[in-house]
């Protein structure tokens, strides 16, 4: 049965620092050679992806699948301030155009947590001038690249920061360690708790302005892009006494970021789990609670939650921008992505406006501070071949997406 729209977008993510290899311009390269640096090891050559795109894009369609959400590279496009590389810029047209020619809609995120360093050396989203920059950047790639490109992402997850630190797990948990905040750009303490000074606890204001700035950047090039951006939405949910506490972590880590999206043609979702908030803060996964590789609780019934409060919160089309599970045993992504979908296919029978659903991730990539222990893909690479192996949870998917539905 076809439960979900014939229109739907079933494919997979990536994002450029995690998957391309040799981003060496950047503040999270820096921050992964840096003397004391939290990360597991440094990204290198990635999955070579920058160069290997052709195969990769051609196995994604191969699968049944019919988009491909991945990164531009701004530290690559902009590697020193008002200097733009047309090879770059190019290279992205070329990426873009691959998909086309497979029938592979692209959806393309600007910026994915890195940036280039002499951004991060000029202070970073704190910089008052970080959104006319921002916004210049986001005018150029549009220029090459907007006539092609239905959907564009300005930020991935502008809110996780701000999340973790309202979950009360920065600096210590491993989710901020996942996006090197504990270690500065120099492997010094300068600001506190962050690295790459870009990332140095962007509030909304902040990041909104940017975002807006970029929009109208966006929207003033060619095409006609739906734009919008991601955030990162843990389904909170309170337990023992916790409901305030909860609420008033959900205003400010989600509800003030969905408000944003008001404004927009969609909003990317991106969903992993739960957390429970009791008074004093978030509880610890039940011991007996299976877990991914991450340390994140199996629950995937999360997707259907945060899909109906970003709809209901935002008031715009929902495109689920990620979703997926860190694991080495793929039949239980499989299981996870499946409760996940049921999840999505109430939601759309109960009116929900989701236009697809972009699994993370196409590649086991490079999971930021953790390196590459972390398998979220649906196909594996091999660390010294870069050879591919398609895992059969990406075979089911693309079945489930040809089918237009679970069967
Ligand atoms: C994020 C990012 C991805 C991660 C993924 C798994 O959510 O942090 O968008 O870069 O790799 O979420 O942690």
């Avoid at 699968?63 to 530290?75: C, D, I, K």
């Avoid at 810029?89 to 600007?110: A, F, K, Q, S």
């Avoid at 050396?121 to 150029?140: I, T």
């Avoid at 007996?288 to 991450?294: I, L």
Wanted: aromatic residues 10%; hydrophobic residues 40%.
């Amino acid at each position: 049965m076809r439960t979900f729209p014939d229109s739907f977008l079933w494919g997979a993510s990536t994002a450029a620092h995690q998957v391309e290899g040799g981003n060496v311009n950047s503040d999270m390269w820096r921050s992964e050679w840096a003397e004391n640096s939290r990360f597991a090891e440094p990204s290198g050559d990635a999955c070579d992806h920058y160069h290997r795109y052709p195969e990769d894009i051609a196995t994604l369609a191969g699968l049944g699948l019919n988009a491909y959400r991945f990164g531009v590279e701004w530290a690559r496009i902009e590697p020193e301030e008002g200097c733009f590389s047309r090879a770059a810029l190019d290279h992205y047209r070329r990426m873009v155009g691959t998909c086309l020619e497979h029938g592979i809609t692209p959806v393309v995120t600007y910026s994915h947590f890195s940036t280039p360093r002499w951004f991060a050396d000029a202070g970073g989203w704190s910089n008052p001038a970080a959104a006319d920059l921002f916004a210049r950047y986001a005018g150029r790639v549009t220029e090459h690249i907007g006539d092609l490109v239905p959907w564009v992402c300005t930020f991935n997850e502008p809110n996780v920061i701000s999340l973790m630190m309202h979950l009360g797990v920065i600096p210590a948990a491993s989710r901020d360690e996942t996006l090197g905040l504990s270690t500065s750009s120099e492997g010094q303490d300068p600001g506190g708790t962050r690295s790459g000074a870009a990332w140095a606890a962007p509030a909304v204001e902040v990041m909104a302005k940017a975002h807006r700035k970029a929009v109208d950047a966006i929207k003033s090039g060619p095409g006609n892009p739906a734009v919008g951006w991601t955030l990162a939405l843990i389904d909170l949910q309170p337990a023992d006494g916790g409901e305030q506490r909860c609420q008033a972590v959900r205003q400010a880590a989600l509800l003030d970021w969905l408000d944003v999206s008001r404004d927009d043609d969609f909003v990317g979702v991106q969903t992993y789990t739960r957390e429970r908030i009791g008074p004093d803060g978030v509880l610890p996964v039940p011991p007996e609670a299976p877990t991914t590789q991450t340390g994140w609780e199996v629950y995937p019934q999360a997707l259907g939650h945060t899909v109906r409060l970003a709809a209901e919160h935002a008031g715009v089309p929902v495109l689920v921008t990620e979703n997926g599970m860190a694991t080495d045993d793929d039949d239980a992504r499989i299981a996870y992505t499946t409760a996940a979908l049921e999840g999505l296919a109430g939601a759309l029978a109960d009116g929900v406006d989701i236009r697809g659903y972009l699994h993370w991730s196409l590649l086991d990539n490079f999971e930021w501070t953790s390196g590459y222990q972390m398998t979220f893909g649906l196909i594996a690479v091999d660390r010294t071949t870069f050879t591919r192996t398609v895992k059969p949870s990406a075979h089911w998917l693309g079945k489930v997406a040809r089918a237009g539905g679970l069967t």
